[in-house]
């Protein structure tokens, strides 16, 4: 079966970068949706960034122009480059993925049925 695994995150001043890892195991790239999701404290869950097999990517408007997602399918693994950290954007970050036959992948979090145990970024 699937699993994903994440690293990267930590501690930032604002105006800095960090570029999280999600590592995956169990499963080949095509086909898959992949996503990074984040969650404050006594918040949601919230999508940040997407990228299909194929390549395409989204973004929540709160992070275009500043995080960056791509992927390695020769490593099995996912990258999201956060740069101009805000204090806001403060969270437990998390990788997910999901099988999806038909185009588009989507940016609920509840459509995803695989996780990561996420990966903490705190931005001062």
């Known amino acids: 079966h699937v699993q994903l695994v994440e690293s990267g995150g930590g501690s930032v001043q604002a105006g800095g970068s960090l570029r999280l890892s999600c590592v995956a195991s169990g499963y080949t790239p095509d086909g898959y949706c992949m996503g990074w999701f984040r969650q404050a404290p006594g918040k949601e869950r919230e999508g940040v960034a997407i990228?299909?097999?194929?390549?395409?990517?989204g973004y929540a408007d709160s992070v275009k122009g500043r995080f960056t997602i791509s992927k390695d399918n020769a490593e099995n693994t996912v990258y999201l480059q956060m740069n101009s950290l805000k204090p806001e954007d403060t969270a437990m970050y998390y990788c997910a993925a999901v099988y999806r036959l038909q185009p588009g992948c989507p940016t609920q979090a509840d459509e995803y049925n695989v996780w990561g145990q996420g990966t903490q970024v705190t931005v001062s």
């Open positions: 990228i299909g097999s194929s390549g395409s990517t």
